[in-house]
């Protein structure tokens, strides 16, 4: 009997190499005669460059070169930003080494290239820069002012842009209810595991390049536009990368740097990232100020929901730096049905690191905002905010559904999804707790947060994208070559970075096939061996690079049943297949794919026409995105004397829809729910007034470790998508989206008795603290 491995819990194939050390990243690589390179750093936001004076670098022993970023001037380029959401936005140029002006606290304004690092390091300090101070741009709403200092020539603003769908100011006159609310979406540091880090060697004519990114095959294409060396002499490789967040969806100024100065020296270069050095210059996220107002009926129908952002882009526009924050103007609505809707944003530039993808990107924004006020709503009215939510979202037999702003929802069941959440949650049991707690004035209160989710995955039909004005396609390719022995090689243009697409996609290949899991190898993230694809982000790796595998796959059964017949005498309709073998119907003939692997290697008796291989590539692009969902519950004790929260339990129940390996997706929520908690209750960039960073270590930018998170129980409903044969919808944000508005929920809703309404993010000790405070002293003064 033959064992389905879709759906099996394996353990992943990459972990024993992770585990036990014998891994490649970035930085274990080295070349013969590898050079190392550091940079200095501006440290100041905003000010000119009168003086750079980097010859005292030049005379200390190992320096090999120096440099200012005029010596690049002629050559360095603008960093490419991929995705100009106006056809007005502002994109200024980017060098990637500062040649005039320096416009954040981190930006590169010279390096050292020396036979090691530290000696590189210590050579920083020989170089002199004058700086003519400019003034700083730090907050957002100031930063718009006609009066306010520039960040650039050209203004503080990047772009606006507006959504409009149905009669809003209809919808809102008159209406029995009106909610009011702003919130803040604090800035946030991605904080990968491994940091970044390049190697770049060179012939003399090409040039390699390793890097730990996620975007290998865009990181060739754009390092090829910025410099002009041509795409074919640029082989990029992405060794084992030690997550990314979307830190490393990027094209940063140290991988153009580090490829210009093997292509000035001649010799190969490297660069490792300090964690300080990281949190100053590996991309932001969030950043947002959310002006949110939602019109209702009295029992809590949603008429119309009106939103209204402000960005922060930072100094410049990074590869998707513009797309982020739009990326929620069809997801602000997430599962509600309404009359009428609208969605604004401005992008505004300040003296601050630039902002770009961090997971979910611009998901969790839309969902917190809609979460949060769907919890205003239901306090408005006095109804439970499960209830409230009820009587809005999108019931299952309306699918698919075509929502107020323009997208078609394939499959989903919101009803399914909440019931099995509140059943293993013990929601009525709970609320029963929660309201003794209040009857008895206990000072530690329990709040309880609702986060019913949806968001858009799989980046991709390419025709939607580029409508979007979005640079690039949203295709994946892939590549299966059956060997002569009967092992499989699959080429994948997905490149994981800690999501198990070796395992995954070795069992969806060993059910294609019909061969075993364990003669499938999996081969990824360099663009020699793998020359085409489009990377790994937005939750498209599955949904759209595992279903080109699938069609892949299909072409190499069809190759392999032309054979089959051929020798087997019969016509290939007669043929059947089933677990990787084919027989002649009503027949005992029958020969296994791997057998005809190597009857097409040895191509002794091939049928006229047909090539001595079954190998077969595929590209496949989406008619949709795919929509996961789920609902997640969040029960906090909040110390109402200390402002001390502490998550008693959680809960998720997601619907992915076709599930390939449960282990796999248990470790993505289990990932994602850690960050979105994070972002709650834990995470903040904090910049002073004069533009400087002062959450530059781990001491100062606080992580949660293990022993501040709950177990997580988690579960699943399945609503298969329609959009792709594997009936997928992908799962590696889905954590981070609905994670974030259900701890906040929680914690709002514990001391809404005690009139606060919200707490900006992270909801520290100290913040709820003084919450509670304002409202002892606004009720004292009443």
Not at 254 to 268: F, I
Not at 372 to 390: T, Y
Request: with cysteine; glycine share 8%; net charge negative.
């Amino acid at each position: 009997m033959t064992v389905q491995e879709v759906g099996r819990a394996r353990r992943r194939k990459e972990d024993a190499k992770l585990l036990t050390g014998r891994t490649q990243w970035t930085d274990n690589l080295s070349r013969p005669g590898v050079l190392h390179v550091m940079f200095l750093r501006s440290p100041m936001a905003h000010a000119r460059i009168s003086r750079i004076d980097v010859s005292g670098a030049r005379d200390l022993p190992g320096v090999v070169a120096a440099f200012s970023g005029q010596d690049f001037a002629g050559e360095q380029g603008s960093l490419p930003c991929a995705w100009p959401v106006t056809e007005d936005i502002v994109i200024p140029e980017h060098p990637p080494m500062a040649v005039s002006e320096v416009r954040y606290v981190g930006e590169a304004v010279a390096c050292v290239v020396a036979t090691d690092r530290y000696r590189a390091a210590d050579a920083l300090e020989a170089i002199e820069v004058d700086y003519e101070p400019l003034p700083a741009v730090v907050d957002m709403r100031q930063a718009l002012a006609d009066d306010g200092p520039k960040v650039h020539e050209a203004g503080n603003k990047a772009f606006s842009m507006k959504l409009t769908s149905g009669d809003v100011e209809a919808a809102f006159r008159d209406a029995p209810v009106v909610i009011d609310r702003t919130y803040v979406q604090q800035r946030l540091i991605p904080s990968a595991m491994e940091p970044r880090a390049v190697l770049v060697d060179t012939d003399g004519e090409a040039f390699t390049i390793w890097s730990a990114t996620q975007i290998p095959h865009v990181l060739r294409v754009m390092l090829a536009v910025v410099t002009g060396i041509p795409e074919h002499k640029l082989r990029v490789i992405a060794p084992d990368v030690g997550g990314g967040f979307g830190s490393k969806l990027q094209v940063t100024a140290e991988e153009v740097l580090l490829l210009l100065l093997a292509r000035r020296l001649g010799k190969p270069v490297k660069w490792l990232e300090t964690r300080s050095e990281g949190n100053l210059t590996v991309h932001h996220g969030r950043d947002q100020i959310q002006h949110v107002r939602l019109a209702a009926d009295a029992d809590g129908r949603i008429r119309a929901l009106r939103v209204d952002l402000l960005a922060d882009m930072g100094a410049y526009l990074m590869l998707l730096t513009p797309g982020v924050p739009t990326l929620g103007a069809q997801m602000c609505n997430a599962i509600y049905k309404m009359d009428a809707y609208e969605f604004a944003c401005t992008g505004v530039f300040t003296t601050k690191m630039p902002t770009d993808a961090y997971r979910g990107a611009g998901r969790p924004e839309a969902t917190f905002v809609i979460e949060r006020v769907m919890d205003e709503l239901a306090a408005e009215i006095g109804v439970d905010p499960v209830e409230v939510r009820r009587r809005n979202w999108i019931r299952h037999d309306e699918f698919p559904f075509t929502t107020i702003s323009g997208l078609t929802y394939d499959s989903g069941n919101y009803e399914a999804a909440t019931e099995r959440a509140l059943s293993l949650f013990g929601y009525d049991k709970l609320r029963a707790e929660q309201n003794d707690r209040r009857d008895r004035g206990d000072p530690v209160q329990l709040g309880i947060g609702v986060s019913t989710y949806t968001e858009m995955c799989g980046l991709a039909p390419s025709r939607l994208l580029g409508a979007a004005n979005f640079g690039a396609g949203g295709w994946e390719h892939a590549s299966v070559r059956m060997l002569a022995t009967g092992k499989v090689e699959v080429a994948t243009g997905t490149t994981p970075h800690g999501q198990g697409h070796v395992t995954a996609w070795s069992q969806i290949v060993a059910d294609a096939l019909g061969v075993p899991f364990e003669d499938v190898a999996v081969l990824h993230g360099d663009t020699a061996i793998v020359p085409k694809g489009m990377d790994t982000y937005g939750s498209r790796s599955l949904a759209v690079g595992g279903v080109a595998v699938v069609r892949a796959c299909e072409k190499v059964r069809d190759k392999a049943r032309r054979l089959a017949a051929h020798l087997m005498e019969c016509s290939p309709d007669d043929l059947e297949f089933e677990a990787g073998t084919f027989t002649v119907r009503g027949t005992e003939s029958r020969r296994t794919i791997q057998e005809l692997a190597n009857a097409a290697f040895t191509a002794h008796d091939l049928p006229d026409g047909v090539e001595a291989r079954l190998d077969s590539d595929a590209t496949f692009d989406p008619e949709n995105f795919s929509f996961p969902h789920g609902t997640h519950l969040c029960a906090v004790e909040v110390d109402t004397e200390t402002g001390m929260v502490r998550i008693r339990s959680y809960v998720a129940v997601d619907d992915i829809g076709k599930v390939i390996n449960p282990l796999i997706v248990d470790g993505q929520l289990h990932g994602g729910i850690a960050q979105g908690i994070a972002q709650a209750l834990f995470e903040e960039a904090v910049y002073d007034a004069d533009g400087n960073l002062l959450t530059t270590t781990m001491a100062d930018y606080l992580l949660p470790s293990a022993a501040d998170l709950p177990d997580f129980a988690l579960d699943r409903t399945e609503s298969p998508a329609t959009s792709n044969p594997l009936g997928v919808k992908g799962v590696g944000e889905a954590g981070t989206i609905a994670s974030t508005p259900a701890v906040v929920n929680a914690v709002v809703d514990a001391l809404r008795p005690r009139g606060v309404r919200d707490i900006q993010m992270p909801c520290t000790p100290e913040r709820v603290w003084r919450a509670l405070a304002a409202q002892e002293r606004e009720g004292g003064q009443g």
